[in-house]
């Protein structure tokens, strides 16, 4: 069974930066790789959107509001997944997931609050 764990979140004012990470909990590197990866994030009392995601093979997609601000990226050895985030802006404040997904199967992290102040 694929667990994903999360960490990275906080608060921080308008213009910072956070780093968000979901590992694959007893995944091996293998199976890893196999999976396409997402971040996604669901603000109060709106439904959960993407933000990014990144194929198996590297391709990456961004939500226009978050593109030139947050990058994704995986690391197959350490078998995890990132969400850089920079110039953070309030309107970007949810509980953000990951997601590891395939045509077969998904699983989703618990998820992590991000707070951003004005």
């Known amino acids: 069974q694929v667990q994903l764990v999360e960490s990275g979140g906080g608060s921080v004012q308008a213009g910072g930066s956070l780093r968000l990470s979901c590992a694959g909990a007893?995944?091996?590197?293998?199976?890893?790789?196999?999976?396409?990866m997402g971040w996604f994030r669901q603000a109060p009392g709106k439904q959960r959107e993407m933000v990014a995601t990144?194929?198996?093979?590297?391709?990456?997609n961004y939500k226009d509001s978050v593109k030139g601000r947050f990058t994704i990226t995986r690391n197959g050895s350490r078998k995890t997944m990132y969400l850089q985030m920079n110039s953070l802006q309030p309107e970007d404040t949810g509980v953000y997931y990951c997601?590891?997904?395939?045509?077969?199967?998904?699983?989703w992290g618990q998820g992590t609050q991000v707070t951003v102040s004005s």
């Open positions: 997601k590891f997904f395939t045509s077969r199967d998904d699983y």
């Open positions: 007893r995944m091996i590197t293998s199976t890893f790789n196999m999976y396409n």
């Open positions: 990144i194929t198996n093979g590297g391709i990456t």
